[in-house]
């Protein structure tokens, strides 16, 4: 495995332009900070991923309900839920050229640990030390700078006709869970499941895909009796290990990191960050959290609609509780990228390859003819790669270049899997798999060809 760096992001970001995964947005126009686009490939290993995820959490449960809210949504929710208030990061600005940060990262950045630090006490710490800015500057006053984003909706621009895009999609799983009850009456406890985007206005979005300000969630909101919190929570954790395995991210560089009280969302009563090692230092990738009854008591408080719950069998009415598994989309991929990232020597070159688990990976399999002007070979090839996409899906064709180049080219993507038609293939129906971590190639009869992942 390659010890990753600073410059394995570099790296990893050149790849992933130069291989179609992920383009700067809006690139031609000098780019829009905090959103990337996906290309071909990272389209289909974001797929793949979300696809995952919701066959592991949704479809191979029966507790679960899937959903898919708007993204713009009621104000009145995100005054409920508190995020109008409350939802803010602290922000300090350069006094002498405007330029703004986060400013628990400059305190970071100062050997200053920001954690459970009141805006009061950051800017005692900046005074007190003299720290600057990044460009040597005075800084101002810390505050507080709500992270919504704005906006309105209809052809008038007044308080009324205000609307934000969602920062979290739990708010739309809240919202709907009065409808989930009433359509199938689940026994507790259950969760509704949602993947989907949310917008964060960061005041520094950086790191490539990590902090973004147009993001995806996978969210779980799951139901319980408040006396089973912590079993659940127990629950939750291992199946969050279990998902980080089933990705194939590199398990000693994920560590549990438990919350203390002062850094706890506003909602949350316990929560564990599950961070990774990124080469820029170890940060948030997941979160877990359990969120009591707090945003049910705070939709019936606000809406004037019953949000409780009827227990059949302890003839019981109550608010649930609920924990929150919650996971980044976008981090994933991040997490998924470095942690696949390899350098190695293989017959004798140097190569770099993306050892992507097959689950994940957007081409599985590469179906090559030996030489591309022997008509006898392309077209047998062609059959075998025909009848292979029948079967499953990331099946590509290429006949570009001398074969070693197509084995790097694969292998820079992570397909697993390279098949070779040559001259023994036309006497015998034989055909050549590579493995792309070993480079091992084994001879396979075309009938028997089969792909587990
Ligand atoms: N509903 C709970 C919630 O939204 P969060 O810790 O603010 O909690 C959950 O976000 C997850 O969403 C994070 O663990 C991370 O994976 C992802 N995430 C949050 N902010 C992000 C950002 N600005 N860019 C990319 N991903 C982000």
Redesign the pocket.
């Known amino acids: 495995m390659t010890d990753h760096t600073e410059n394995t992001m570099e790296k990893i970001i050149s790849l992933a332009k130069r291989r179609g995964f992920i383009y700067q947005g809006s690139e031609i126009y000098g780019g829009l900070a905090?959103t990337w686009d996906y290309g071909p490939l990272g389209v289909t290993l974001k797929n793949n991923i979300k696809n995952l995820w919701w066959k592991m959490f949704v479809e191979d449960r029966e507790d679960m309900y899937g959903l898919d809210a708007a993204l713009l949504m009621n104000q009145n929710v995100w005054k409920a839920s508190g995020h109008v208030a409350g939802f803010s990061d602290p922000l300090v600005e350069d006094t002498k050229n405007q330029k703004r940060y986060r400013a628990d990262h400059v305190l970071e950045e100062n050997s200053v640990d920001p954690k459970g630090m009141t805006v009061l006490q950051m800017n005692e710490i900046i005074k007190e030390k003299g720290i600057k800015s990044p460009d040597g500057n005075p800084l101002g006053e810390v505050r507080q700078f709500n992270m919504m984003l704005k906006t309105h909706i209809g052809p008038t621009e007044d308080e009324n006709s205000v609307t934000y895009l969602r920062?979290?999609?739990?708010g739309g799983i809240f919202v709907n869970f009065k409808n989930v009850v009433d359509s199938f009456h689940p026994k507790l406890p259950f969760g509704i499941a949602q993947i989907g985007k949310?917008f964060?206005n960061?005041i520094s979005?950086g790191n490539f895909?990590?902090?973004?300000?147009e993001?995806e969630?996978m969210?779980i909101e799951y139901f319980i009796r408040p006396e089973q919190w912590q079993d659940s929570f127990e629950h939750w954790k291992q199946q969050m290990n279990k998902w980080i395995e089933a990705i194939g991210l590199t398990k000693n560089k994920v560590h549990e990191v438990e919350i203390s009280d002062k850094d706890r969302?506003h909602y949350s009563k316990r929560t564990i960050?599950?961070e990774f090692e990124y080469p820029f230092g170890q940060k948030?990738?997941?979160?877990l959290?359990y969120r009591t009854d707090y945003d049910l008591t705070k939709h019936t408080e606000a809406s004037n609609v019953d949000l409780t719950y009827y227990d059949e069998d302890t003839k019981e009415r109550f608010t649930p509780h609920v924990i929150?598994p919650?996971?980044?989309v976008?981090?994933?991929i991040l997490a998924v990228l470095l942690s696949a990232y390899t350098e190695d020597e293989l017959g004798g070159e140097t190569r770099a390859y993306l050892k992507l688990s097959p689950a994940v990976a957007p081409v599985k399999v590469a179906v090559f003819p030996l030489l591309k002007n022997k008509p006898q070979l392309v077209e047998k090839a062609r059959e075998v790669y025909m009848n292979l996409r029948k079967n499953m899906s990331g099946v590509v064709f290429d006949d570009n270049g001398n074969i070693g180049k197509r084995y790097r080219r694969q292998d820079e993507i992570g397909t697993p899997w390279c098949i070779t038609i040559d001259f023994d293939t036309l006497e015998d129906n034989t055909v050549t798999v590579r493995d792309r971590d070993s480079g091992e190639q084994k001879r396979v009869k075309i009938e028997e060809l089969t792909f587990n992942f």
């Open positions: 905090g920062p979290e999609t739990a949310a964060r960061e979005p895909i990590f902090r973004l300000r993001l969630q969210e969302a960050d599950f948030e990738l997941y979160g959290a929150e919650s996971m980044g976008d981090r994933t």
